[in-house]
């Protein structure tokens, strides 16, 4: 059998990409829906073989699954060590599932908010009898070939930067830093969580030249795609305007600078909470150094609204700050990121709302610009569906075990914004609650952008108006 020409190929390849362009705009919940079943499935199957664990025990169905659905959903729950549980086979795997899982959120989230933008910009220029409902393979190939390429790029920095410390600091050999070092750098900017060490970072906890290229991989992955695009962008605009090529204005998008404005507020807020509330506690930060605290707080702070990566005892922290680490983790990062969450667009619109409201503003404005009804509506549907997908969870699960409400609730939170952190007791459950959080992980993932996008390319306007009434609030 001959193979296929070049030619032949890419026209091959042209078939297929305008066969997805077409049942993605057509069904995108079903095709996101399938694709991500398909990818666990796969996982599952792959895990269950014996060459997958380091023993002589195969995993169980429970075992491979949570820990396929936990890979492929960026979350990094586990129920069995993954260093030690799982052999190198195993190891790559996983690693093959959560890569595929942040490129696959990135890619999809981002083609979903051009394909909104797209109807949006139809309807607003009144030439719905001319509307494309097909995005184009040009448009399609861009994004995806920008997510892979970004992606790639900084996980590769990333692995350099962890291969190197590893080998001078920890490693016997290159080839065990090499294997460490990749690992865990595509495990930091697909926002993972998962580690080949039982205590995540917390060995390293003293060490910036780990711990601070393992921040600036999450924060970038938990950012967003479409961020991260424009800046690099503007930058180049900024090169090309310096070497005197060209000159153009430049203008910032809402989101751009919702989504960086919200980044940092919530940092900040992350990383002074931490290391107040943890500073003097004798099981977590008391013992470390300054400068370890510094660390240690700065990357639990950041921590919770991206990764399952940990410095200190999560279940040993205060109360105050598991319930900082709770609010943290349900907002999440930015949209089309490989972070979980409502996302911080979400939770900073609704922000502005209120802060309309309080002033007795008919209209919300943010940042120069007028917020449109609909999205205000899809942003409080997005967070309310989501604390019923919380309050669900957690009730039944506190059903099956016997756990302090805290941590069930921290554990679901975990799941659902699909973080990792744990509180310790996701390997206590039963297995029917287990397979609870795996549902929880599945709808975390998927759930917030097909829900946010449906509702923006569903929208239909109203022929008619009932008679206003006021009822009575609060």
């Not at 962890?162 to 495990?187: C, K, M, N, P, Q």
Request: aromatic share 8%.
């Amino acid at each position: 059998m001959t193979a296929p020409e070049p030619s032949e190929l890419r026209t091959r390849i042209r078939v297929r990409m305008a066969r997805f362009a077409g049942a993605f705009v057509k069904y995108p919940a079903r095709v996101i829906v399938a694709g991500y079943l398909a990818v666990i499935l796969l996982g599952t199957a792959l895990l269950s073989l014996p060459a997958a664990t380091a023993g002589q025990e195969r995993a169980t169905v429970v075992e491979a699954l949570f820990t396929a659905t936990s890979a492929a959903c960026i979350t990094g729950l586990v129920v069995v060590d993954t260093g030690t549980f799982w052999a190198p086979f195993g190891h790559w795997v996983i690693v093959g599932l959560f890569q595929i899982g942040g490129l696959g959120i990135m890619t999809v989230a981002s083609l979903l908010g051009l394909l909104v933008a797209r109807r949006m910009g139809m309807r607003m220029q009144l030439i719905a009898h001319t509307e494309q409902k097909n995005l184009r393979l040009g448009e399609i190939g861009r994004v995806v070939t920008g997510v892979v390429k970004m992606s790639l790029l900084i996980e590769a920095i990333t692995a350099v930067f962890l291969v190197t410390r590893y080998y001078v600091a920890y490693a016997d050999s290159f080839g065990e830093a090499a294997y460490w070092g990749v690992f865990h750098a595509i495990s930091a900017f697909n926002s993972a969580g998962f580690a080949l060490q039982s205590d995540s970072m917390m060995s390293y906890v003293g060490d910036p030249l780990i711990l601070i290229p393992v921040i600036v991989a999450f924060t970038l992955g938990a950012i967003g795609f479409p961020v991260i695009f424009e800046v690099t962008r503007h930058v180049r605009q900024q090169v090309r305007e310096a070497r005197g090529e060209e000159k153009s204005a430049r203008h910032w998008t809402v989101h751009t600078k919702i989504t960086i404005l919200a980044h940092g507020v919530l940092g900040v807020v992350g990383m002074t909470s931490v290391i107040m509330f943890e500073w003097a506690n004798p099981s977590t930060m008391g013992p470390l150094s300054t400068m370890e605290k510094l660390l240690a707080g700065a990357f639990q702070g950041l921590a919770p609204r991206s990764i399952g990566f940990n410095t200190i005892e999560t279940g040993d922290m205060n109360a105050a700050t598991v319930l900082i680490t709770d609010v943290l983790m349900f907002i999440g990062g930015g949209s089309a990121s490989t972070a979980g969450g409502i996302k911080v667009t979400t939770f900073a619109l609704l922000g502005f709302v209120i802060l309309a409201e309080l002033r007795g503003q008919p209209t919300v404005h943010v940042m120069g610009r007028k917020l449109a009804d609909t999205v205000q509506r899809q942003a409080l549907t997005v967070a309310l569906l989501s604390i019923a997908a919380v309050m669900g969870g957690t009730i039944i699960i506190s059903s099956m075990a016997n756990h302090e409400l805290d941590r069930v609730l921290f554990e679901v939170i975990s799941a659902f914004c699909t973080v990792g952190l744990s509180m310790g007791i996701t390997d206590e459950l039963p297995p029917l609650a287990q397979l609870v959080l795996v549902v929880l992980m599945f709808a975390g993932r998927i759930g917030p952008i097909i829900l946010a996008s449906a509702l923006a390319l569903q929208e239909r306007p109203r022929r008619y108006e009932l008679p206003e009434e006021r009822p009575i609030v609060g």
